[in-house]
């Protein structure tokens, strides 16, 4: 039977609510939209549009995959982060909305400066330093991971955004000390692995399972990675760069005593989408 697109939504749709996805209706447009080929900005025509009988097929079955649990970033091989779309692979991270207040205070400092230098530490898929380089042409992002697969996947999406030039990566260690050779920056862009040892234990199945635990895990408290940048990855910092900080739900406060103890005491911290203290900027005095 022929049906259109908008038929295929609220299958979809239906099917979701039934496996008691929570964002149900935004998941099933994001998956027709895909497999459909479709504008999802632009629904009003979806009910005037057929698909043949492979499209519904196909998207049928990356239907059962979400509902088996997998996520459907992971699924799609895309996602969206501060209006660009970052291909992604069970190797990174997947975007979170959330981040992307961090990334708009850094967008707006980098405008400030002249020719900025942005180190995005633990980059994952690069989204959060591709994002910043996408609105300030001048500046230029070296971007640390230890994972040269991670590397691969920032690598791609520079190439998508047609930044290549001014997007630099390198295989690091934020638990170690940093490679000088690197240079000396006047942004940090760094969402860290911060989950506790108790969080991790009661993860939902779908970042558990899916989600690289090497991205997620911040040692017992959380907070080991603020620990050792604090004490060695500041001296990459030019005098008066400031460092944004992405941090879990109940963090914030913990984060800006590790920078205070060491003598940043120029710390501010701001709220995620979600009205959450999660971000957390220090300036460098280094």
């Known amino acids: 039977m022929t049906i259109t697109i908008n038929d295929l939504y609220i299958d979809l749709r239906r099917r979701f609510r039934a ?3 929570s964002m149900a209706e935004l998941e099933a447009r994001e998956l027709t939209a895909f497999a459909s080929g479709a504008d999802k900005r632009m629904t009003a025509d979806w009910a005037y549009r ?5 499209t519904v097929e196909r998207a049928h079955e990356m239907a059962a995959r979400r509902e088996a649990g997998e996520p ?10 501060c209006g660009h779309t970052f291909q992604v692979n069970p190797n990174v991270l997947i975007p979170r909305s959330d981040t992307e207040p961090l990334c708009q205070l850094a967008i707006q400092d980098a405008k400030t400066l002249d020719a900025p230098k942005v180190l995005d530490l633990c980059c994952g898929s690069g989204c959060i330093g591709l994002s910043l380089l996408s609105e300030v042409p001048a500046a230029r992002c070296v971007a640390v991971d230890l994972s040269e697969d991670a590397l691969v996947v920032a690598r791609e999406n520079a190439r998508r955004l047609g930044v290549t030039a001014r997007y630099f990566t390198a295989a690091g260690n934020a638990l170690s000390l940093p490679d000088e050779r690197l240079g ?4 940090m862009l760094c969402n860290p692995p911060y989950i506790t ?3 991790m234990e009661a993860l939902d199945p779908s970042v558990a399972d899916y989600e690289p635990r090497m991205a997620l895990y911040g040692g017992e408290d959380g907070l080991d990675f603020y ?6 990855w500041v001296r990459m910092m ?3 760069g400031r460092m944004y900080f992405e941090c879990g739900w109940k963090q914030a ?6 920078f205070d103890a060491r003598g940043m005491h120029d710390i501010f911290m701001a709220e995620d989408l979600s009205g959450i203290m999660r971000i957390v900027v220090v300036k460098a005095n280094m």
């Open 50 to 54: 057929y698909l043949d009988s492979e």
């Open 197 to 199: 040892a108790a969080e």
């Open 253 to 258: 406060q913990d984060v800006a005593a590790i």
């Open 238 to 240: 030019n005098p008066g």
């Open 184 to 187: 000396t920056f006047d942004i």
């Open 227 to 232: 620990r050792n940048i604090s004490r060695h």
């Open 19 to 21: 496996a008691d996805i």
């Open 72 to 81: 459907l970033a992971y699924i799609l091989g895309e996602w969206d982060f």
